[in-house]
């Protein structure tokens, strides 16, 4: 019988990490059932954003590589549908697997439902409700050219419901026809599956840091409205400094390149005090196996990203979130994210709370039972009655 040819399209680290979970769950137990054929944009192409991931999560090499690289939105995402179109137009494949909400999800969103290839959407649903953020505007085109929308919360199936977007539609599907899945998190399934080999294989990474398990914060910043604005960055950073020197708590920083350009050229004597300063420990970009280390040792997280949210609750570790609003809002509800924007009043208050009471939260199972990328595989055998 005929595989399903699968194209997966990446582009930026996110992605990437979510992708392995779908490569790594054909390989061990649909082989027969799937061609996989990997898409690589070059949104990110540093090493550390990038080729770092392949090598360490075993995964199969782009068989296409489109090097769009950085631009400004219009043009990296034109970029990206020109070269998508061309692969979909010569690999004619049963379906477009899409990752989460960067340019790199829209470009083959648009690409792959224009040449009415059904698109699947894993993690679809999210929303900020605040469409000055591209991602917003990506996730929600996205969901809307798609055929099977995989939710992993909730909150994410309501908003599609809340769309328009309906739960009793039946077979067959189609991008008129879709049908929403309430999933877990793909991520879940690989914080699970990576969290003990971390530990084996990168637990001296804490040595090299000077860092004693429980005993630090982690911290990420690469939100364009954390980077670009300098007020915020400046505001955050500041207030990060002050506390890990008042607590005597280091805080270890792997900064996004974004972040880092910004720091250099527009607050440049601020971060050489910052590299000089005996509790902060800024880093380039960690791979997976790193980070998961130091999310499951740190004794808090600090971040304005997506994924690392997520991560805070699978190694039930308070999470105070540099943004405004969350897509993941069960952990703020929860309690165990706090909303602190750049604000320096609300970041140390909210920092002294759970430096305070972190014994007591309690971490739900709000994320599945890290075995999502099997359940999406088995719906689309079913799909196309494999
Ligand atoms: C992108 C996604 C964001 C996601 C993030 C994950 C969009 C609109 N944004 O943001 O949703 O959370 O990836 O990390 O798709 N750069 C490098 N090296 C690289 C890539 C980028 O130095 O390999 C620098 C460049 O200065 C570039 C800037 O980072 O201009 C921004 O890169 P871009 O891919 O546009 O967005 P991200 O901020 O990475
Ligand atoms: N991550 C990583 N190294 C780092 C920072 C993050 O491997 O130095 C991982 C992190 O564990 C998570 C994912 O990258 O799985 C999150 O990506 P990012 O923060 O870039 O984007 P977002 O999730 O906000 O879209």
Same mark, same amino acid.
Request: glycine share 6%.
């Given at each position: ?87 979909? /137009?010569? $690999? ?5 697997? =899409? ?7 829209? &470009?083959?969103? !648009? *690409? ?84 003990? /080999?971390? $530990? ?5 990474? =804490? ?7 429980? &005993?630090?914060? !982690? *911290? ?167």
């Amino acid at each position: 019988m005929p595989r399903i040819k699968l194209i997966n399209i990446v582009g930026a680290r996110p992605q990437i990490i979510k992708a392995s979970a779908i490569g790594r769950a054909i390989r061990s137990n649909f082989s027969d059932k799937f061609t996989e054929i990997l898409v690589h944009t070059g949104q990110h192409y540093d090493k550390e954003l990038s080729d770092v991931f392949f090598e360490e999560l075993e995964m199969r090499k782009p068989d296409y590589n489109l090097g769009v690289g950085s631009a400004r939105h219009g043009r990296q995402t034109a970029m990206m549908l020109t070269g998508i179109e061309d692969v979909l /137009l010569k $690999e004619k494949p049963d379906c477009v697997v =899409l990752y989460g909400d960067t340019n790199s999800t829209l &470009a083959g969103a !648009l *690409a792959a439902s224009k040449l009415h290839f059904p698109v699947i959407h894993i993690e679809a649903g999210l929303r900020s409700f605040n469409k000055t953020m591209p991602e917003e505007i990506n996730r929600i085109t996205s969901d809307h050219a798609s055929t099977l929308l995989f939710t992993p919360t909730n909150a994410a199936f309501q908003n599609l419901i809340r769309e328009g977007f309906r739960s009793d539609n039946t077979p067959p599907y189609s991008i008129d026809n879709p049908k929403i899945y309430l999933t877990g998190d793909i991520m879940l399934d690989n914080s699970l599956y990576f969290a003990d /080999l971390a $530990e084996r294989k990168k637990g001296s990474l =804490l040595e090299t840091l000077s860092v004693e398990k429980g &005993a630090f914060i !982690l *911290a990420t910043i690469h939100r364009d409205a954390n980077t670009d604005e300098i007020t915020r960055l400046k505001a955050i950073l500041q207030t990060l400094k002050s506390l890990s020197e008042e607590y005597k708590l280091i805080m270890v920083m792997p900064l996004h390149p974004r972040t880092t350009i910004s720091l250099k050229t527009n607050l440049k004597s601020f971060y050489s005090e910052l590299l000089k300063c005996k509790y902060i420990r800024i880093i380039p970009p960690v791979t997976f196996l790193e980070m998961t280390l130091l999310e499951k040792n740190s004794s808090m997280i600090i971040t304005d990203s997506g994924g690392v949210q997520k991560e805070s609750h699978f190694f039930r570790k308070p999470c105070l979130v540099l943004r405004k609003e969350t897509e993941w809002i069960e952990l703020v509800k929860n309690g165990t994210a706090l909303l602190v924007d750049a604000d320096p009043e609300k970041i140390r208050n909210e920092f002294i709370k759970f430096i305070n009471c972190c014994s007591e939260l309690e971490y739900p199972g709000f994320y599945g039972d890290g075995k999502t990328a099997e359940f999406i595989l088995k719906e689309i055998m079913w799909m196309f009655k494999k």
